[in-house]
Nanobody, 124 residues
């Protein structure tokens, strides 16, 4: 079983940067990780995913602004967010999946383990 805990959420101005962290345990060779964003009153959307082979995927609205990375020595997943916009406001969740044959995914349906979330507010 994978356990995850996010940190790093904060209030920033538009155009600012923020790095979210997610400490995980229980990682195995078939684990893939992802970041999800839930804006107020909306569904949870996958925005970035990283496979156990190091490959990455991004949702179009964050491509070029956000970077997902992972440090297995520190058991930590990161999300570097640059050029933040007000529409980036919301809760950010990290998640882990271990479905056979899945390398990475932006679909919440493919993830079995979730953190509690961390709040990001982008406002002037």
């Amino acid at each position: 079983q994978v356990q995850l805990m996010e940190s790093g959420g904060d209030s920033v101005q538009p155009g600012g940067s923020l790095t979210l962290s997610c400490v995980f345990s229980g990682y195995t060779d078939n684990t893939y990780l992802g970041w999800f964003h839930q804006a107020p009153g909306k569904e949870r959307d996958g925005i970035a995913s990283i496979g156990n082979d190091g490959s990455t995927s991004y949702e179009n609205v964050v491509k070029g602004r956000f970077t997902i990375s992972q440090d297995n020595a520190k058991n930590t997943l990161y999300l570097q967010m640059n050029n933040l916009k007000p529409e980036d406001t919301g809760m950010y969740y990290c998640a882990a999946g271990q479905l056979h044959g899945v390398i990475r995914s932006l679909s919440a349906d493919w993830y079995q383990y979730w953190g509690q979330g961390t709040q990001v507010t982008v406002s002037s």
